[in-house]
Every structure is written in C-alpha cells, then in structure tokens.
C-alpha cells in the first residue's frame, strides 16, 4: 500500500509535540518575515531622510534656518537632522549663556551630538536582535522536534514484529518537516540580519561623517564670531 508522504499528512500525522513545535517555528517565520519587512521599509525611510536633509545642509542655507526648520517639523526629522538640532541647541544655548571658549563650546556641541547619535542608532536598530535569535536559535528547535519525532516513531515500531522500509519512513519523514521548518525560519532571518547590519553600518558612517563636517563648520563660526564681552564693547 502507498504511503501518503505530502507536507500536510506528514504533519497532520506527526506527534502532539513535534506539531506543537513546528506551529511555534511557523508563528517565529511569521513574526520574523513581518520584522523583516518593518526593517526594510524603515531604513528606506532614514535613508531618504537623510539624503534630504543633506541636500538641505549642504544647499547654502544657514544654520539658523536649518535649526528653525527642524523646530518646525520635528515629528518629521529625520536620525540626522535631530543629530544636527541637538548639537546647534547646545551650541545656542551655551553662546547665550556667555560662554565664548572654543572648547567648552565645541565639547558641548559634541557630547549632544554623540547622545542623539547613539540614541538614533539604538532606534534603527530595533529588532535587528530578534532577527539574530530566529537565525541562531531556529534550527536547534527543529531539531529537537525531529528527534522526539524519530524517538516517538521508534517507540511505536517495537510493538511491532515485522519492521520495513515502509513502516519506518512516514515516521522519520514526519520527524525530519520540523528540521525543514526550522531551516524555512532561520535562512531569511539570517541573511535579512546581514544585509540590515551592513546597511546600518553605512548609516552609522554617514552620520559620524556629518557630525564631524558639522564641528568642523561650528568650530569655523566660533573663530569667526567675536566674544560676548568684546562685541558688548564695540556696540
């Protein structure tokens, strides 16, 4: 007699626990393909945010407009421009605070710089772990579906006094679909988490670059501008 050896009669068929672990590693690929989708559409979003705002930063608009127009539509900033409006508030807050030392005024700017930067990429990179976990921890979990299938197909052949190919394969079959759903789940998830970690590295480099251009151009102002207590004295 023929054995039915379709994905869905193997499953159908296999052992309360080993269909409990592949409805568990179906709702992880799930989860995972859903993650993986947010991540693209997200990062597609930073990028074009940044590229933007680089235009605009680099179109010869003045720092002042700049910051006034990331007042104006701050839920609408993008990682790079808060990058820049966090360090120009501090650097306007110092100067209004009379503080004319290059130094203090540039060690402000960048220590608030560095804080929104690392704030940004803690955002961008949310459920980048979760990726991770489903890439490294999947396969073990099929795995052990398929050898409590295995074991649970050998306990049911010892009451039986005739043992062939045939009565040993759907067992085994069975067993093996929670290793191919292990697998289903963790090879998105792995090369999604690679190509995600790449792109935030770029993102990460491009931003370090910007806040370095930015200090370079604060520091020019600060050379630029005369003292509080000189420019009271010339008026």
């Known amino acids: 007699m023929n054995q039915d050896l379709s994905i869905i009669h193997l499953v159908l068929n296999a052992s309360a626990v080993v269909q409990a672990v592949m409805l568990l590693l179906m709702l992880v690929s799930i989860s995972s393909w859903a993650a993986i989708f947010r991540k693209l559409f997200s990062l597609k979003k930073v990028k074009e945010q940044n590229e933007e705002f680089e235009r605009s930063f680099w179109s010869g608009a003045s720092l002042t407009e700049l910051a006034n127009a990331a007042t104006k539509r701050a839920s609408m900033c993008g990682p790079m421009e808060r990058i820049f409006f966090s360090g120009m508030r501090e650097y306007q807050k110092l100067r209004e605070r009379r ?111 910007f806040i370095e251009e930015f200090s370079n151009i604060l520091q020019r102002n600060v050379g630029a501008q005369p003292a509080p207590a000189a420019a009271a004295a010339t008026r």
């Open 99 to 209: 503080i004319s030392d290059a130094g203090t005024l540039m060690d402000g700017a960048r220590r608030a710089m560095r804080a929104s930067f690392q704030r940004e990429m803690d955002e961008v990179e949310t459920h980048l772990s979760f990726l991770a976990s489903v890439g490294s921890v999947s396969p073990y979990v099929g795995l052990f579906g398929t050898v409590w299938g295995i074991m649970h197909a050998f306990v049911g052949l010892a009451s039986l006094t005739q043992v062939t190919l045939a009565t040993v394969a759907p067992g085994i079959a069975e067993a093996l679909v929670a290793t191919a759903i292990g697998l289903f789940a963790a090879i998105p998830a792995v090369v999604a988490y690679n190509r995600f970690a790449r792109d935030l590295d770029r993102i990460a480099i491009q931003q370090e670059t």
